[in-house]
């Protein structure tokens, strides 16, 4: 115990060693870290903090995304965008799967990157078939690095979760009650994993009608349940949008500000946040 703490406590400093000395364009960007891991490893992960700085402790997201996609540029430019609305964001792949294994951030979505990250979730979801234990230990991970960080709120934690880590997302939120809020991202079968709706925080849905890898029908089923077990929750439910509606353009001829939805979407994601988490309003700028 006293090992796992001394490394994470190393993790920290060198995190803090790279906020001090890396040039300001390359922290615009994120920075990478490694997290420990009690088994003895790490587990990779991007943080983003704002741009424009900030004297206080700063409420934090962990997003948590689907096999390898923390080389998503897409995600990047979500999470930074998060960070710059005054968020600690920490960007994570929570499966672990190895790096160099997983499609490129231009070549994901096409050809053999699409092949070969179809497979990556193939074998991820095996492995989850047999226990989902070691998932949810790296979404532990990553909270205990950010309560021990001191540019954080502890108290105010939420949880983003894309696509298969939606539903780890409630799972994890149900054992741990550092986490204050949940948004859950087209999520679904065939990896929904267990939760008790009774021990969920406020939970926000975010769906595309049609979602061509998971059912809506499993957004309304999770509204349903949120609902009739009277759980604070906001339903978006958008027509005809397909899966990750809500960070993807086509980096070969969009940006973020030519997609409406992502733009409005993430208007209400900031909004349920700073909701949920209780985040007092920012002291306006004095002049001259």
């Known amino acids: 115990m006293r090992l796992f703490l001394l490394r994470g406590m190393v993790c920290w400093f060198l995190s803090a060693l790279a906020l001090c000395f890396c040039p300001s364009e390359t922290i615009a960007q994120g920075f990478k870290t490694q997290i420990p891991l009690r088994d003895g490893g790490t587990l990779p992960a991007y943080c983003f903090l704002p741009q424009q700085g900030t004297r206080h402790p700063l409420p934090a997201v962990i997003v948590g995304v689907g096999v390898g996609s923390t080389k998503i540029a897409q995600y990047h430019d979500h999470c930074q965008n998060l960070a710059n609305r005054y968020f600690a964001v920490v960007l994570i792949d929570p499966s672990n799967f190895p790096e160099e294994l997983a499609p490129g951030p231009y070549d994901w979505d096409r050809g053999g990157g699409w092949v070969v990250g179809s497979l990556n979730q193939g074998v991820v979801a095996a492995r989850l078939a047999v ?135 993430f208007e209400r994601l900031v909004c349920f946040l700073e909701r949920t988490l209780h985040i007092p309003p920012r002291p306006a700028r004095k002049r001259g």
Not at 146 to 156: A, I, M, Y
Not at 193 to 198: A, I, K, Q, R, S
């Open 131 to 265: 226990t989902t234990k070691w998932y949810l230990n790296s979404i532990k991970a990553v909270v205990d690095y950010l309560v021990c960080w001191p540019l954080v709120d502890p108290h105010r934690i939420a949880l983003s979760g894309h696509s298969q880590p939606a539903n780890a997302a409630l799972t994890y939120a149900c054992q741990d009650p550092r986490i204050k809020a949940v948004i859950w991202n087209y999520g679904g079968s065939p990896w929904v994993m267990p939760y008790e709706p009774l021990r969920l925080p406020p939970v926000q849905i975010f769906h595309g009608e049609d979602d061509d890898v998971y059912d809506v029908k499993y957004a309304r089923k999770l509204a349903f349940e949120l609902q009739t077990n009277m759980r604070p929750h906001e339903v978006n439910i958008y027509p005809h949008q397909k899966h990750m509606f809500n960070v993807f353009y086509d980096l070969r001829t969009e940006n973020r500000f030519m997609k409406p939805v992502i733009l409005e979407s």
